[in-house]
């Protein structure tokens, strides 16, 4: 009986963990199209070290050895602009 | 699979990529770090801007192998979440085929990798950052190697390319040479087999004949000339030249060491370097220094891209 109850505890917790992965607060299934359409694609990224890595700061800081990139006067940069490119490109077009 | 992050947004394992359905690409996969900067693209530098490069290797029938503009178009209107992130990000407009190219355009102008140990030596006076057999390189490099004569160094940056053209002999090698009777065939990272030409080409697509810039302009002199790459990064590109022919940067500074291969068109700035063992490990060490420090943190950024458009929980 004791192994039953074991069993059943294990169980349940495993199931919550599961679902309290999938299913935190603004990540529920109901939530989970809309947060994927409009921030979903890396824009804040952080590294393993937990220190947020930004592609947009990285093209607009001045880096030792390199001069700053010339602007392209009709296609200037925004941060969905290359989350877009950056997702296309890696995942549905082009690696 | 052409420009892997891991494998310095280029390819490291194959000498010319494979396109859709295992089609034959004629020439290697360039870095995209620092293409921000590149004035002229692809190798024959047919192409002047990123925003319409893209559409070279998307629509290319051995590359993504796309049928036209419009399918690219009507395939991304169909993307879950695209077409509502194309009007955020331009200004309410639709998915077309100058928004597409700008998006791509736009990440890989971010791709920009600097602050290697040469540029903390050579541009903030960090004495240390580069050791003793580095820095003869760098002497090396600038002087009896001449090749800073095109990979270009300035007073206050380096692209490490003058963004011209020019024939080395590597493409009229390749287009010259006699049939070779066999080819090492790569069948496990570093396992080679000697296989009949007359077999591999039973089995492949005939490869066209490259002429380099000779395509684009249909000028004679311009055989066999191809775009000087820029060094940065490029110990995490290999293989090198147009073609990926050369397999390391120590075979590659042999080969500059020679003097190229002569041709009717070689460019009067490769000759013979007379570099001793040394000073050719000397030069390849600098080069290795010329990796920027943000690679990693670019390599796990592109790991964070979403795994798919269909994920649904």
């Given at each position: 009986?004791?192994?039953?109850?074991?069993?059943?505890?294990?169980?349940?917790?495993?199931?919550?963990?599961?679902?309290?992965?999938?299913h935190k607060s603004g990540d529920n299934k109901d939530n989970y199209n809309k947060n994927y359409q409009t921030n979903s694609l890396s824009l804040d990224y952080?590294?393993?070290?937990?220190?947020?890595?930004?592609?947009?700061?990285?093209?607009?800081?001045?880096?030792?050895?390199?001069?700053?990139?010339?602007?392209?006067?009709?296609?200037?940069?925004?941060?969905?602009?290359?989350?877009l490119g950056k997702n296309y490109f890696l995942i549905e077009g082009c690696l | 699979m052409c420009h892997i992050p891991e494998q310095g947004f280029a390819h490291n394992e194959l000498a010319t990529a494979v396109g859709i359905e295992g089609r034959t690409v004629r020439r290697n996969t360039p870095t995209i770090y620092n293409v921000a900067y590149s004035k002229n693209l692809f190798h024959d530098a047919r192409e002047d801007t990123l925003e319409w490069q893209v559409w070279g290797p998307l629509l290319a029938k051995n590359e993504m192998g796309n049928p036209s503009f419009?399918?690219?178009?009507?395939?991304?209107?169909?993307?879950?979440?695209?077409?509502?992130?194309?009007?955020?990000a331009f200004d309410n407009q639709r998915v077309s085929v100058v928004n597409i190219g700008k998006a791509l355009a736009s990440y890989q102008r971010t791709l920009i990798s600097a602050n290697s140990n040469f540029d903390k030596w050579f541009y903030a006076?960090?004495?240390d950052a580069l050791n003793e057999k580095e820095k003869l390189g760098f002497r090396l490099f600038v002087g009896k190697a001449r090749c800073a004569s095109c990979h270009i160094i300035e007073a206050?940056?380096?692209?490490?390319?003058?963004?011209?053209?020019?024939?080395?002999?590597?493409?009229?090698?390749?287009?010259?040479s006699p049939k070779k009777e066999y080819i090492p065939v790569q069948v496990a990272p570093g396992v080679f087999l000697k296989v009949d030409t007359n077999v591999?080409?039973?089995?492949?697509n005939k490869v066209d004949n490259d002429l380099g810039l000779y395509e684009i302009t249909e000028n004679p002199d311009h055989r066999w000339k191809y775009k000087t790459p820029s060094l940065r990064n490029v110990a995490l590109?290999?293989?090198?030249?147009?073609?990926?022919?050369?397999?390391?940067?120590?075979?590659?500074?042999?080969?500059?060491?020679?003097?190229?291969?002569?041709?009717?068109?070689?460019?009067?700035?490769?000759?013979?370097?007379?570099?001793?063992?040394?000073?050719?490990?000397?030069?390849?060490?600098?080069?290795?220094?010329?990796?920027?420090?943000?690679?990693?943190?670019?390599?796990?950024?592109?790991?964070?891209?979403?795994?798919?458009?269909?994920?649904?929980?």
């Open positions: 009986m004791k192994i039953f109850f074991l069993i059943c505890f294990f169980s349940v917790s495993g199931v919550y963990a599961q679902d309290h992965v999938l952080r590294n393993k070290n937990k220190k947020k890595f930004d592609l947009v700061n990285n093209f607009q800081t001045r880096h030792l050895g390199l001069p700053l990139v010339p602007t392209v006067e009709d296609n200037p940069i925004n941060k969905v602009k290359v989350a | 419009s399918s690219v178009v009507n395939k991304i209107k169909i993307l879950d979440g695209y077409p509502s992130l194309f009007k955020k006076n960090k004495e206050d940056y380096a692209l490490f390319t003058d963004s011209k053209l020019h024939n080395t002999g590597v493409g009229y090698l390749s287009s010259m591999i080409s039973k089995v492949s590109s290999s293989p090198y030249m147009h073609n990926g022919s050369i397999p390391s940067l120590r075979k590659v500074v042999e080969f500059y060491n020679k003097g190229g291969v002569k041709n009717p068109l070689l460019n009067p700035l490769i000759k013979p370097l007379n570099l001793k063992i040394y000073e050719i490990e000397a030069l390849v060490d600098f080069l290795k220094a010329l990796t920027g420090s943000n690679v990693n943190a670019l390599i796990e950024d592109a790991f964070s891209a979403t795994t798919s458009h269909k994920i649904t929980h």
